[in-house]
């Protein structure tokens, strides 16, 4: 989920990016969903669910086309230099998103948080292993770059399979049979 709020502390503030581009892997129905992110030395790979990276899309596509031609164009002034903390890879399954739009950088500030998973109970009720701090990360990007990301990331989220009319689920290689039509009609993608 996509949340438009106030941002957190992240464990990693990686700054201004140098890169991020959305990624997919596999065959429709099968595929799984990356943001790749370089920054300085850094690059921090965020797993997403479809959803995930089309609300991403959805937001900055929407953003974007809602500011003037000339906001549109001007450069941006991104609030913090790029990863200077030496070599640094993260890789993880994003949970929570947080994405706000700068007016006074002409930026966008995007915060990933790792999926938390539910760790197992000890008997007095702490949790096993206290200790693990969930990986997150935060950085700017430019909204030449924000353009582009959210472009690409609807792109790849509608090349997938297509959807039923009848009933709006996913119609797979092998067919459908919708709901809708009580079983009876079997369609094809195509």
Sequence with gaps: MILVMESRKVKYPLGAISSVEALTFGEP??????????????????????????????????????????????????????????ELTVDFKAGQMLLSH???????????????????????GSLADESKEIESVGFWVTTA?????GETALRICAAGRPTCFLCGQPINPKGHSCPRANGHTVLEAG
């Design 29 to 86: 129905g099968l595929r799984t969903f990356r943001l790749d992110i370089h920054s300085g030395q850094a690059y921090c790979s965020i797993w997403l669910e479809k959803e995930q990276l089309l609300q991403l899309g959805v937001y900055l596509n929407e953003a974007v086309s809602r500011l003037s031609q000339a906001e549109r164009s001007k450069e941006s002034d991104l609030r913090e230099d790029s990863w200077s903390g030496g």
């Design 145 to 149: 770059k924000a353009g582009v990301l």
């Design 102 to 124: 700068d007016p006074d950088s002409n930026a966008f500030y995007l915060q990933a948080f790792e999926r938390e998973i539910d760790e197992p109970m000890e008997e007095d």
